[in-house]
């Protein structure tokens, strides 16, 4: 079992151009979370998937955030126009069955936006 | 709505000191689970602790917290720090019925030789 797995595990972007993170969950773990990791706002809760389908997105910065899941082997987060501020780590994790079970974090992707 | 407060953002303790480190809980659901996650410098964050029953202690690698409903409390405890207990610890709620989780902002630990 190699884990969640994230890519790419650093990105530099330009302002105003687009980042794709990617992770792929545990096989046969049907929860994926994602999560921004900042100094100064610790681990923010971005947006959840349930076999497949959004559960909650609350976290989500609406205008340039986005995210999907179109297999149960990955999911992707898309973030258009980066702008200095969104410069974090993302993290991905998947749990066998929504929040009450354990999650499993990946490594993360450390974005980087000039 | 449901929230998780942790109210030591940094705590630095003098090794062999005790450790006790805040959390607070709201939630509308008598069903919630509480979790201790701990995040070591270039790993990933990681389970510590898990509780969903009241008033029951529960233990892993020399930390401890019990689930107090009450008061709406779990309080990540160990008797002596240790240098390698330096890590950021965070504070999860979640509901059985829902399976929404939440966060809190977290504490960040430092043990001083």
């Known amino acids: 079992n190699a884990g969640v797995i994230q890519t790419p595990r650093h990105k530099v972007t330009g302002k105003g151009q687009e980042a794709t993170l990617w992770c792929e969950p545990i096989?046969?773990?049907?929860?994926v979370f994602w999560y921004r990791q900042t100094i100064v706002q610790g681990l923010e809760f971005l947006t959840y998937?349930?076999?497949?389908?959004?559960?909650?997105d609350s976290g989500m910065p609406k205008e340039r955030f986005s995210a999907q899941m179109p297999n149960q082997s990955h999911s992707t987060l898309k973030i258009q126009s980066t702008q200095p501020q969104d410069s974090a780590v993302y993290l991905c994790?998947?749990?066998?069955?929504?929040?009450?079970?354990?999650?499993?974090f990946g490594p993360g992707t450390r974005l980087t936006v000039l | 709505g449901d929230s998780v407060t942790q109210k030591e953002g940094l705590v630095t303790l003098t090794e062999g000191l005790p450790v006790m480190l805040n959390c607070t809980y709201q939630?509308?659901?008598?069903?919630?689970?509480l979790f201790w996650y701990v995040h070591y410098l270039n790993e990933s964050p990681r389970l510590l602790l898990k509780?969903?029953?009241?008033?029951k202690r529960t233990e892993h690698q020399g930390f401890h917290a019990t689930l107090h409903k009450s008061s709406s409390s779990f309080h990540l405890q160990k008797s002596s720090a240790q240098l390698s207990d330096s890590a950021l610890y965070y504070c999860?709620?979640?509901?059985?019925?829902?399976?929404?989780?939440?966060f809190g902002k977290g504490t960040s630990l430092t043990v001083i030789p």
């Open positions: 998937f349930r076999n497949q389908a959004p559960i909650d």
């Open positions: 999860a709620l979640s509901d059985w019925g829902y399976q929404n989780f939440y």
């Open positions: 939630t509308i659901y008598s069903n919630a689970f």
């Open positions: 096989s046969g773990h049907s929860a």
């Open positions: 509780s969903s029953t009241d008033n």
């Open positions: 994790a998947s749990s066998l069955d929504g929040g009450s079970y354990e999650q499993y």
